[in-house]
């Protein structure tokens, strides 16, 4: 049938070039390019499936331990160890690339149903189909095809990879790294944006558009306000994860949070293996001989955001947190012995229970913090900030306090069952802190 042109453009009308395309295959040609494509397409499918389960394996599991001390994440299966947050910040655009490529193929495989359905009448096509490669997405795009193979496609290709790239953003919330985090964020939206511009010639019923509708609005509240790190801007909106947290499930226990952005370690002895490791490559003669506690290396934790973050019944070694940010950090039971907490920011937090011997908490911020029932034996506080601080039942026996600021803009230290009396306050060349002890003398003369 030859293509006549219309007599106002010069271009080939849709029903016109499709009615050539159906001319040039016979009925056996439309099925062998169907089964064709969909050899290729099934390849591309079952590799993505299995990528996407390997990664959903690998970030499960990753543990808040992991995150906290940074260490590298070892591949299963290959046994190849990668930079955490390197592999946070690499595999979701993977993902999404990989995700793209496979929906691409699958556009061809629908382009080909529509010319294979073009063919015949109604009862030629019924027939042709059963000649078709079993694929399940194949089978998806038929007008009348059975239920469970549009489920299939429904989940596997459009539903799931959103909702893993969801899961590796949940995952790394409790590292509180705003960038990454607003990578994985920026990933959600643009893969499923692509799956509704994909599928906007699909599917135009009413129904199918307030299910567009409400997967959209779902996948946005849960990327944008939902799985957010504490603290930042979208936290202070309305109805997101700060908000709910405060009036919909107050009180619940961490454990058992919904939502995991915080990070939450119990029994755990916190830098043993950096030690072991420093240890074996120390010289012989010095691995032999009694180890100096104060000399072993530290476990560094430098400028990490720990805000809100749970230690219970943790043993450190030597922890560093120079300048962190423990705002409302918990530490019940734990071992800091030796640790530093130099320039660390300890808004809100609470220390309960706890060894801080020879503890440095010089220039610390303690504004509304909580120090409670814990041995502070030899710890530095030289200026510290405790002016809105709370010690309760505290052991600062030889604790340096000179230069400490105990009162300031309406607020001042609160000292409870704590004898202060056998503290340092000797400053640089011999000399006493003299204000210190005439502060503590007039508020707390008892403790004296």
Same mark, same amino acid.
């Given at each position: ?52 389960? &390997? ?13 906290? #001390? ?20 690499? @595999? ?20 080909? +149903? ?20 079993? =694929? ?15 489920? #299939? ?8 990879? /959103?909702?893993?790239?969801? =899961? ?17 964020? +920026? ?7 692509? /799956?509704?511009?994909? &599928?906007? @010639? ?21 990327? #944008? ?5 504490? !603290? ?18 107050? !009180? ?6 919904? +939502? ?9 002895? +916190? ?20 180890? %100096? ?47 530093? =907490? ?9 220390? #309960? ?27 530095? =506080? ?50 006493? %802190? ?9 508020? &707390?003369?008892?403790?004296?």
């Amino acid at each position: 049938m030859p293509i006549k042109p219309e007599t106002t453009s010069n271009q080939v009308t849709t029903t016109t070039l499709r009615s050539v395309q159906v001319n040039i295959l016979d009925p056996k040609e439309a099925v062998d390019a169907v089964n064709e494509c969909s050899k290729h397409v099934s390849v591309y499918f079952t590799a993505f499936l299995a990528f996407t389960a &390997y990664m959903v394996l690998t970030i499960a599991s990753t543990t808040d331990y992991m995150l906290l #001390v940074g260490r590298d994440l070892n591949l299963p299966i290959v046994n190849i160890s990668l930079p955490l947050k390197w592999f946070y910040a690499v @595999m979701p655009p993977i993902f999404l690339g990989l995700h793209l490529n496979l929906l691409l193929h699958v556009g061809c495989l629908r382009d080909q +149903i529509d010319v294979f359905e073009s063919m015949g009448e109604p009862a030629e096509r019924t027939l042709r189909r059963k000649l078709l490669w079993p =694929f399940a997405l194949t089978y998806a795009f038929f007008p009348e095809t059975l239920i469970w193979y549009r489920v #299939v496609e429904l989940l596997t290709v459009r539903i799931m990879p /959103v909702v893993a790239l969801l =899961f590796i953003q949940l995952r790394f919330l409790p590292y509180h790294d705003t960038t990454i985090t607003s990578l994985h964020r +920026i990933c959600v939206l643009v893969d499923f944006a692509i /799956v509704l511009i994909f &599928y906007r @010639m699909v599917n135009r019923t009413r129904i199918s558009r307030y299910l567009k509708v409400l997967q959209a609005s779902a996948t946005l509240y849960v990327s #944008v306000f939902l799985f957010v790190v504490p !603290g930042d801007l979208l936290d202070s909106l309305p109805f997101s994860a700060a908000w709910l947290e405060s009036n919909v499930w107050p !009180g619940v226990p961490l454990q058992t949070h919904p +939502i995991h952005r915080n990070l939450l370690l119990m029994d755990q002895n +916190i830098g043993k293996d950096d030690v072991i490791r420093n240890i074996s490559t120390m010289p012989p003669e010095e691995r032999m001989g009694p180890l %100096d506690p104060f000399k072993i290396p530290s476990t560094s934790f430098s400028g990490r955001d720990l805000r809100g973050a749970r230690f219970i019944s943790c043993t450190f070694v030597r922890p560093q947190f120079f300048s962190a940010d423990l705002a409302g950090a918990r530490f019940l039971m734990c071992d800091l012995l030796g640790g530093s =907490f130099e320039m660390a920011r300890l808004a809100d937090a609470h220390l #309960v229970g706890c060894s801080l011997r020879s503890t440095n908490f010089r220039g610390a911020d303690f504004e509304g913090a909580v120090v409670e029932k814990s041995d502070c034996s030899s710890a530095v =506080f030289t200026y510290a900030d405790l002016s809105s601080a709370s010690l309760r039942d505290v052991l600062l026996r030889k604790a340096r306090l000179g230069l400490a600021k105990f009162e300031s803009r309406g607020h001042i230290l609160i000292l409870r069952d704590t004898e202060w009396s056998s503290a340092d306050f000797f400053l640089r060349g011999g000399t006493k %802190d003299l204000d210190a002890i005439q502060w503590l003398v007039k508020h &707390y003369p008892a403790d004296g």
